[in-house]
T-cell receptor, first 111, second 115 residues
Framework: QQPVQSPQAVILREGEDAVINCSSS?????VHWYRQKHGEAPVFLMI?????EQKGHEKISASFNEKKQQSSLYLTASQLSYSGTYFC????????????FGKGTLLTVNP | DTGVSQDPRHKITKRGQNVTFRCDPI?????LYWYRQTLGQGPEFLTY????????KSRLLSDRFSAERPKGSFSTLEIQRTEQGDSAMYLC?????????????FGSGTQLSVL
């Protein structure tokens, strides 16, 4: 089951904040976030694990609500470099290696 | 860490022809994945290797698709008798299972256009 992302697209001015949501109809044990710039490979941003553990490497935060089966990615004080398509991925088929990705959220940050 | 590399970056072929793509993962990574991505969609899982063993293949993958990873190093994805519906970006990714969670490193992909 493909996770559902919202919004589909968002346009910001530099310095503004944005929230991207990812929800699933199935129980979630982890949520993975990737960003893909146009013409480039998706790049790992963060993984959120059941129990609240969070692993990431950028100044981007996220939350994971296991009860609601959803995750939110928070981009604060956006920079031009934040532009790209953000995908959430959830493990599927009982595996921890096969991810099913949402359709993505296109974020555009303008000067 | 030289990253995941894929070759070619672009491939244009005529319907019915066979194509083969290559992926060189990060050298110490034991897991390798192939995903397919079409415009406006997220990457879609195709197949997965742990070392040289192909452990899972998506049911969406027809018999025209085959993948190999000899000696657990590079991998190839072959599509036989290509169809226009095969046009997509084919992404390879690798990871190191020792981390306990899957952090995928993607290559830049091979863009396939079937005419």
């Amino acid at each position: 089951q493909q996770p559902v992302q919202s919004p589909q697209a968002v346009i910001l001015r530099e310095g503004e904040d944005a929230v991207i949501n990812c929800s699933s109809s199935k129980a979630l044990y982890s949520v993975h976030w990737y960003r893909q710039k146009h013409g480039e490979a998706p790049v790992f941003l963060m993984i959120l694990l059941k129990g609240g553990e969070q692993k990431g490497h950028e100044k981007i935060s996220a939350s994971f609500n296991e009860k609601k089966q959803q995750s939110s990615l928070y981009l604060t004080a956006s920079q031009l470099s934040y532009s790209g398509t953000y995908f959430c991925g959830t493990p599927s088929g009982g595996s921890n290696y096969k991810l099913t990705f949402g359709k993505g959220t296109l974020l555009t940050v303008n000067p | 860490d030289t990253g995941v590399s894929q070759d070619p970056r672009h491939k244009i072929t005529k319907r019915g022809q066979n194509v083969t793509f290559r992926c060189d993962p990060i050298s110490e990574h034991n897991r390798l994945y192939w995903y397919r991505q079409t415009l406006g969609q997220g990457p879609e899982f195709l197949t997965y290797f742990q070392n040289e063993a192909q452990l899972e293949k998506s049911r969406l993958l027809s018999d025209r698709f085959s993948a190999e990873r000899p000696k657990g190093s590079f991998s190839t994805l072959e599509i036989q008798r290509t169809e226009q519906g095969d046009s997509a970006m084919y992404l390879c990714a690798s990871s190191l299972s020792a981390q306990g969670y899957e952090k995928l490193f993607f290559g830049s992909g091979t863009q396939l256009s079937v005419l």
